[in-house]
């Protein structure tokens, strides 16, 4: 029998993690902190020797988990990365200088195969005529029906990451805030400003207010879709939820 190349040992590496990542977002989403390496390896249909060969206690697994889901937290609304991902697990975050984001409409982000499948939804259809941000809410509650992973980050991220120690919880924070939060308060702003509403407390204050009303709206969207994703219905449920909340 002829060995396996390196790259070939690479490749199942990487594919055993990607699966052991979705069995513990699967997990996660019905058990919380409950969660136990046990569990993971039943969801991925794997011998618990397997999960724990790559993860030996489930706080690492959950911290690779979410920062593997960072870097696809940003694409529903093209902010590029300002630091590597990887290099920020190790060193300590700071802002860029003079850096911005790039927001564009959610409604033509994502997938291409995936978007044309569904290019008919009357979800997309809808978040279209309510504007970006109904258009970002939409294309969001979507992608998080096809990637748990990324509704645990999101959910946890309004936590503040409190499943994981205290500097790990600092680090994932100071990602999420640069990442997610600057270029959603962003793409939340080009409307606020359409609506000639103005941030309390003077222009001092509006960098704060702008990041707190994106906070306070991917808690919405996150508590809105809990039910929904549980039971399997929240891509055809999203337009319902982003009309409730009436972005």
Known sequence: MTPRTKEQNEDIRLRRLAQIRKAAADVFLNK????????????????????????????????????????????????PLKVPLE???????????GGHFSVAAAADTGD?????????SRDTDAAAELGPAAAAG?????????????????????????????ARQALLSAAFR????????AL???????????????SAAE????????????????GCASLSLRRGQLYEEAGDIVRFLKL
């Open 32 to 79: 919380g902190p409950l969660l136990e390496i046990r569990d993971v390896a039943a969801q991925a249909g794997l011998g618990y020797g397997t999960v724990y060969h790559y993860y030996s206690n489930k706080g690492d697994l959950l911290h690779d988990l979410l920062w593997d889901a960072l870097d696809r937290a940003g694409g529903w609304l093209k902010a």
């Open 87 to 97: 290099a920020q697990r190790r060193a300590p975050l700071e802002a860029p200088a």
């Open 112 to 120: 291409p195969e995936s978007a044309d499948s569904r290019s008919g």
């Open 138 to 166: 939409v294309r969001l509650l979507q992608l998080w029906a096809e990637d748990p992973a990324l509704y645990l980050l999101y959910k946890l991220a309004g936590e503040g990451f409190a499943p994981l120690p205290e």
């Open 178 to 185: 640069r990442e997610v939060l600057a270029p959603l308060a």
């Open 188 to 202: 939340m702003e080009t409307g606020h400003a359409a609506d000639g509403a103005a941030a309390p407390g003077g």
């Open 207 to 222: 960098p704060l207010y702008r990041l707190q009303r994106a906070e306070m709206l991917l808690a919405a969207l996150s």
